[in-house]
């Protein structure tokens, strides 16, 4: 077995590793670089991006723009996996988005619709063979919803590729119990290492930011949260917290049918996941959303108008024309609360990602940062490698400091840090 990270070493973002055993080959993630990466001019792969495919494939952990986006650079035949409902979430998405202003911004993603029409789906601990080459799913919670990490495994070597994942959201009390019984004689770990920089922060969990919202909630009568649409979980959090204050919680018809889509394929598992959308029911609490007619601002009938101001609200919204007069409107009330549920660095003039739109959108009210990491921190990092214990060791990719790696774990396990485009024979 050969395995080769031909991106992603020394970098957050667009990693894409392959493992190769016997002329089959899997590749796993091929997604953007993030802004602020130096741009790297990517060789052809052979058996992803030009050659012959009929003994590889691709599998994808999550659908981040930086692990899928670049699914159209492939050849046309080579099969894609993905998570069912993570399929469904990003077919949504890129639907919506290729109906933007832009016309090749929207050219690039009714290519992608099309290239999504052909990706083969998966579910948690269903294996899927490629020739000698098998690769198993686990479920891992993360920023995005169903994310997975993979066992790969061919030649009696056993490889685990971790994607983005974290201890400390609503659905990581699974992690190390899924490991335990999955993750079993596992040779090397290809582990992530995004927050490995920042080791020192105190990361709150999901469940405390929750919790904090809560008391805002119960506090403050109308509540705007700037929040990213595919970032389930915290959503459907806001949507409970919402219920237990009796405000009304309103999103506009795009998010709602993002959350449908998680609702209808997961409320049988949980209750986390059920919206009622019955309507006939007490309007504090009650699921609304907004239908938004062109590029019109959101117009409320009164009666609709009336609850809100009865019952107050929690609404996502999002930085556009359609929600600055709401905002204009209940900003000058006092009992109006805008939080900001995303990573600050797009807020910041001096990171490479900073957002001049959302920035400018946000820019003449008062917010509140309320968020939390989607990536592991150092300790769970920790836990992991000594549950797992990989005979070989871990190489770092997914991080901007893989030296940190050997700072923190070359006592507990041997770390291996490859260049990108480096064969490594896996023995
Ligand atoms: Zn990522
Ligand atoms: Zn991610």
Not at 72 to 92: R, W
Not at 103 to 128: C, D, G, M, S, Y
Not at 285 to 305: A, M, S
Request: glycine share 6%; charged share 30%; hydrophobic share 35%.
């Amino acid at each position: 077995m050969k395995l080769t990270i031909h991106r992603g070493t020394n970098q957050i973002g667009g990693c894409i590793t392959e493992i190769e055993s016997d002329g089959y080959k899997v590749f796993i993630d091929f997604g953007e670089q993030l802004l602020g990466t130096d741009a790297k001019e990517l060789s052809p792969i052979d058996g992803l991006t030009c050659g012959d495919v009929s003994k590889s494939a691709l599998f994808i952990t999550h659908y981040h723009g930086d692990h899928i986006g670049k699914i159209c650079d492939t050849v046309n035949d080579l099969p894609i996996y993905v998570g069912k409902t993570a399929l469904e979430i990003f077919k949504h998405i890129e639907n919506r988005l290729s109906y933007i202003p832009d016309p090749n911004e929207a050219e690039r993603h009714k290519r992608i619709v099309e290239r999504i029409k052909t990706i083969n789906t998966f579910e948690a601990l269903q294996k899927v063979t490629i020739g000698e080459i098998t690769v198993m799913p686990l479920f891992v919670d993360h920023s995005a919803f169903d994310a997975y990490m993979f066992v790969i495994e061919a030649d009696n070597k056993r490889i685990l590729h971790t994607g983005d994942f974290r201890g400390h959201g609503f659905r990581s009390k699974g992690l190390i119990p899924t490991l335990k019984a999955y993750a079993k004689d596992i040779d090397y770990i290809i582990s992530e290492g995004t927050n490995i920089q920042r080791a020192n922060d105190k990361i709150k969990t999901e469940n405390e930011l929750q919790k904090d919202f809560e008391s805002y909630l119960q506090k403050y009568k109308y509540n705007f949260v700037l929040v990213s649409s595919t970032n389930i979980d915290r959503i459907f959090a806001l949507y409970h917290v919402s219920k237990k204050a009796k405000r009304c919680f309103v999103c506009d018809d795009y998010q709602a049918k993002t959350l449908k889509i998680v609702s209808e394929n997961h409320k049988q598992y949980t209750s986390f996941y059920d919206i009622d959308y019955e309507q006939n029911t007490d309007p504090a609490g009650r699921f609304f959303d907004l239908i938004r007619k062109g590029e019109k601002p959101f117009y409320f009938h009164e009666k609709l108008k009336s609850y809100l101001d009865r019952y107050g609200f929690c609404m996502l919204i999002r930085s556009n024309d359609a929600f600055k007069p709401l905002l204009e409107e209940y900003s000058k009330l006092n009992d109006t609360k805008i939080y900001y549920s995303m990573w600050d660095g797009y807020l910041d003039r001096e990171k490479p990602a900073f957002n001049e739109t959302l920035y400018d959108f946000l820019k003449p009210y008062e917010i509140e940062h309320m968020h939390t990491s989607g990536h592991a921190d150092l300790e769970t990092l920790k836990v992991v490698f000594e549950t797992v214990e990989p005979k070989g060791g871990i190489i770092p990719i997914h991080t901007g400091a893989p030296e940190k790696f050997e700072e923190f774990f070359n006592k507990q396990v041997n770390i291996i840090s490859l260049r990108d485009g480096e064969v490594f024979d896996v023995k």
